[in-house]
């Protein structure tokens, strides 16, 4: 079983709709989570960080994590079409060195 | 607002040949990262650098690989000897610590093309 595992689309949606991302982990002992975006040719930039279940709110987004199902999402109102790009998640690794461990990434688009 | 920066952003070498890619994480970070990414795969991590020496070290970092921290600036990964299979975009980053709040910073890449 693959440690962080994420549709990798394409997902298409119209401008202003409500985009839902996810993600599901392997490992319980995972605690901090991350969503990156990345825009092509581009290095990951990163977007919201949560490390509990619940909701975390930035604007537009919302990110959520259920830790008893291993879930994790990102939700996007209001969706742009400067939203286009490919989302990561990522898990902290068990360990305490910093790693990072991705998922493959979900591509947005949004079409004006 | 800060940033790492890598160069070159595009090499080509030949394959056997030696390359060394170059970042300048942000000042005051102290965890150092590299990561890469084959075109259409996900983001792996290779390498963690804190206080001088690898903290942690994937599968794919194996002898070939190395990492330096020549002086107070530069964070650099050495491939001794290049295999096709290393074409991918290599990432930098850096994070002034690890956990909850320490998100990382990186760099825009650069895309290795072994031939």
């Known amino acids: 079983q693959k440690e962080v595992e994420q549709d990798p689309g394409p997902l298409s949606v119209p401008e202003g709709a409500i985009v839902s991302l996810n993600c599901t982990y392997s490992?319980?002992?995972?605690?901090?989570f991350m969503w990156y975006r990345q825009y092509s040719r581009k290095g990951p930039e990163l977007l919201m960080y949560t490390y509990s279940s619940g909701n975390k709110e930035d604007g537009r987004f919302t990110a959520q994590v259920d830790k008893s199902s291993k879930y994790i999402s990102l939700f996007i109102r209001d969706s742009q079409p400067s939203d286009s790009a490919t989302y990561l998640c990522?898990?902290?690794?068990?360990?305490?060195?910093?790693?990072?461990?991705f998922g493959q990434g979900t591509t947005l688009q949004v079409k004006p | 607002e800060p940033e790492v920066t890598q160069t070159p952003s595009h090499q080509v070498t030949q394959m056997g040949q030696e390359v060394i890619l170059r970042c300048v994480p942000i000042?005051?970070?102290?965890?150092f990262y590299w990561y890469r990414q084959i075109l259409g795969q996900k983001v792996e991590f290779l390498v963690s650098?804190?206080?001088?020496?690898?903290?942690?070290k994937s599968e794919i970092f194996d002898d070939q690989f190395s990492v330096e921290r020549p002086d107070g600036s530069n964070f650099t990964l050495k491939i001794r000897s290049t295999k096709l299979e290393d074409s991918a975009m290599y990432f930098c980053a850096s994070s002034e610590a690890v956990g909850p709040g320490y998100g990382y910073t990186f760099g825009s890449g650069t895309r290795l093309t072994v031939v």
């Open positions: 490992n319980s002992a995972f605690q901090y």
């Open positions: 000042s005051n970070h102290l965890y």
């Open positions: 990522a898990v902290h690794g068990s360990g305490n060195t910093g790693k990072l461990i």
């Open positions: 650098f804190y206080n001088n020496e690898i903290s942690e």
